[in-house]
């Protein structure tokens, strides 16, 4: 536990920790507070991603390879799904589907962007991989092709049976997908993804005992502010005048993406952007792959009806101008420091339309 | 003659010609059967195509390079435009299009996503001539945005006029650039494109006189099973519970292209991706810029009343995604078996989708 | 001024200058000749727009590299502007729209496109720096991606009061894209655009003052005559049986954009596809970066209501396809005349649409 301890105190980041008592002491004692409690469990819910993340990785490294990197992959956005299983406890399908869209649209614009205006500031022109970065924008265009498929082809007026029964033939298509992916990354063709494993980040790794725990308790946490932010996000949505599509598609998603984002970003800075964008590009596969159908087949189970995979007109436009995007700038190999100024700003056009939003609309 | 038959002796495929009389005494005996037929003709016309094919490319062999070529390119497509002509004249409209989409569709994502698994099984990455690959696909990606034009532009309610002279203008145009292309690639530059030839096929060739014949008599035959293929599907589709727009997109256009998918899927296994990608861009190129618009002109003959160029949204949202897709996959010059399960993948979730559409949407 | 009146001697271009004093005199004669005063407003306004062109370019000369191309690249489009604020002060605001949209659409499939074919009836194949090509093709993407999306993601009837907000707070982004761009480009990143710089005409430069004189003179020349141009397009288009967006997309665009498409042209037949690219995808960033929302400010001080930037789908539509199309085509650094064909084949299509539009869908 000691380890555990140390790499709390160097990590500023992990010193928001202390907001995760305060998040359950102020719902226990003023459950009206809807600001003050969805701010606090936000400051929560940052470093148990990114002490989730620690460990995902922990365990993976010691797990050896194969089962080390399924466990990398399928974890990797395991804050994202917690927070996306409470709210459809809830029932709250909008933000469920904000918050996978905003997933998407953040791990491309916003944490591709960032990194290659981050790095472009040091470095006047980067160079990448391009065999392989074009590889990954391939496959997440396909995969968010795959993903959009019944809100491009039909509107949301359509008959509500068949989009169940898409929606769920979808959802089996798409995790078989997720894992002939996984057998192609980890096995068949590895060495096109080699660079983007755990060795990537120079922390020291926790023993593995402490790892299961750390990720047993993390997780138990993680859901149990998820539930207070969820119950707190609506109220507090209006205090801020922000519309749920805001939330769900930038709150959330940036809140549960932190720990990646510190990742990228500290390697853009590295000059290291074959890893910034196998990370930014895998994790918004791995969101359209597997943590969306994982929720629609779900929902079955534990949400009030079932959710189908119907996204509203404008998600589906914006994720598939993130992942258009994705594709034409990392094709070229390069990037300088205004490639991502107007990644960014694209990422803030979107934020701006959806916070400026009619609510009626999304 | 003889060369014919042992042809047919030594390919198993060919075999399947005994259902040609079969349909046919079928029809006269028992011309309500309609799943019957329609089982019956699709198995027909496989092998019809596959002959069609042969011939074609054995004339084109025999005439020289310039009068072969342009043979090889304007016929390559005839079973496709013989069944829609047969469509055509019996007003079937919603057919015809659902083909023609479905042809551009099957022609990318099914041909060029099966080509790049089954080479991928057996070769760890295949590389290809990336320069005409990007050129081929470029020139797809641009004929079927002018094939796209109205339906992408206009809504399928404005006037109905306007729809029509519209829809010549631009069949005359399509058509022009078609001829253009066919100066470009058979006299030009035929350098790019000179691995797509008919050599590529290890086969012996037939006589001229033989070929002609064949040519000749198959195409009426394909004429006369089209005609029971038609007629029948209707009924038959509702017996397997098939949607008319699967029909048209997934059936017609597997059927109609079973020659050329044989011959790509052979081409991939032998490691020689440029042939494959070259068919299938240019077979899918061909018919938005030849098929599709000489079904519009002559529908001003031939049929109850004249044809436009409208496509449903659903379809036009396909066909954009399956060329955009061809110019991004075949961008890199270099393909794994994955690639080729993420087409496939998303192939098959079209065919899903229309399989489960609710019958008035499309 | 000797300088000038040789310039204009030597170049056949410029004696269309003759026709400026006839459009006043015939403004003054015979104010109700809608059709002959739009007809002589667009041979006037060519002449002037190439004046125009020289004058910037000779100024930005003189002034020394940084405050030059600053010139050169605000005044680049200074004829399309004025052009743009008549119409603004008359409350044209869909001729507005429609000229925005077109010059994006003529920079790009029209002026890259007839580039291609110029120069490929000259040279079989054209190699040109693919690097540089991608990265302005990929800024150009995002521009127009960052101007679109308003209309992308919304339908025209949203709240008038949300969309006016979400005008001013993207047309300020897209200025600040706009001058973070100038200060890439223009300074730390000056060796990628070196070659677009006003050295690639060979044309003897004129003295500062008469430049300065000239460069008033003649943008108030300009302004006077588009109030002719502006007044009569409504009437004579009926006469030509053109729709308002036809007029707006594809004559107001090519007659304000004729010394661009000069200049664009001779470095095609002279080999240097690089500055032609340069010039046509520049120039259509700076429509979407700068004088689109330009206008849209200025229209809270100068139109009788303000302006949004609510673009009808049509026009997102062809937008889109046309700057997807210049990434595609200029990803491979090589062209040959049948991909100008296709470019030009589908302006033409784009064209025949607008021109054949029933007047009530634009």
Known sequence: MNTLFREIRDTPLLWLLVFVPVVFAVEKLSPESHTLLFVLSVLAIVPLAALLSHAT??????????????????????TELVIALTALRAGQYALVKASIAGAIVTNTLFMLGASFLLGGLKYHVQEYNRVSARLQAGLLFLATIALLVPSAVFSADSATAFNHKLSIGLAVLLIVTYGLGMLYSLKTHREHFASEGPAAHGEAKWPINVSLIVLAGVTLLVALVSEVFVESVQMAAETFAMTPAFVGFIVVALVSAAAEIASVFSAARKNRLDLSVGIALGSASQVALFVAPVLVLLSHFIGPTPMDLQFWPGAVVMILIATLTASLVTNSGRSAWFVGVLMLMVYLIFAMTLYLLPPRVA
């Open 57 to 78: 990785e922990s365990v993976a490294a010691k797990t050896g390879d194969a089962v080390g990197g399924l466990l990398n992959a399928t974890l990797g956005n395991l």
